[in-house]
T-cell receptor, first 114, second 112 residues
Framework: GAGVSQSPRYKVAKRGQDVALRCDPISGHVSLFWYQQALGQGPEFLTYFQNEAQLDKSGLPSDRFFAERPEGSVSTLKIQRTQQEDSAVYLC????????????FGPGTRLTVL | KQEVTQIPAALSVPEGENLVLNCSFTDSAIYNLQWFRQDPGKGLTSLLLIQSSQREQTSGRLNASLDKSSGRSTLYIAASQPGDSATYLCAVRGTGANNLFFGTGTRLTVIP
């Protein structure tokens, strides 16, 4: 496909479970971003990759959150020991160059922690 | 830290009306400002992007303006249609930064 894809689209987890969310950016896009969007709020930045290098992880809310992009394309956001406050939509975005102005967003993964 | 505010939080208008959505930001050292549309259960669709050196951008019935010195942007929608119903998000990218800072959005309903 031509756009950013994310899987799964919906995930329900019991509190304490680990989850892994996947992002497939647009082919050839160098930069990849993860955002967290709580209900009724705007997205908030979590972390940023340039190719395989994680250049900024200042938005990750705790050490339970971990992201990787080992080959510089697909990225995985992992949340360990999920808590109810982790319930949100997790959005992935990519851009062609590190300085490119526009970010293209995927449809998001809605995570519900029971 | 950059703070982005959008007013109003929700807006309901009859079809055909022109309307203005407002966005304000606290740090004027921005690289660009972007307006997005978000439909329920969907990702973000970019509508307009204004570089810091620009004052406005237009696309069809949409016009976005930027006043960097006062920390404000407006999104003008002309002749609104029911299909315009969505949440509109304003996002700012700071100078030297890569990530976006988002407002909480304006939920627009256009009544047929």
């Amino acid at each position: 496909g031509a756009g950013v894809s994310q899987s799964p689209r919906y995930k329900v987890a019991k509190r304490g479970q680990d989850v892994a969310l996947r992002c497939d950016p647009i082919s050839g896009h160098v930069s990849l971003f993860w955002y967290q969007q709580a209900l009724g709020q705007g997205p908030e930045f979590l972390t940023y990759f340039q190719n395989e290098a994680q250049l900024d992880k200042s938005g990750l809310p705790s050490d339970r959150f971990f992201a990787e992009r080992p080959e510089g394309s697909v990225s995985t956001l992992k949340i360990q020991r999920t808590q109810q406050e982790d319930s949100a939509v997790y959005l992935c975005a990519s851009s062609f160059l590190s300085g490119a102005p526009e970010q293209f967003f995927g449809p998001g993964t809605r995570l519900t922690v029971l | 830290k950059q703070e982005v505010t959008q007013i109003p939080a929700a807006l309901s208008v009859p079809e055909g009306e022109n309307l203005v959505l407002n966005c304000s930001f606290t740090d004027s050292a921005i690289y660009n400002l972007q307006w997005f549309r978000q439909d329920p259960g969907k990702g973000l669709t970019s509508l307009l992007l204004i570089q810091s050196s620009q004052r406005e951008q237009t696309s069809g019935r949409l016009n976005a303006s930027l006043d960097k010195s006062s920390g404000r942007s407006t999104l003008y929608i002309a002749a609104s249609q029911p299909g315009d119903s969505a949440t509109y998000l304003c996002a700012v990218r700071g100078t030297g930064a890569n990530n976006l800072f988002f407002g909480t959005g304006t939920r627009l309903t256009v009544i047929p």
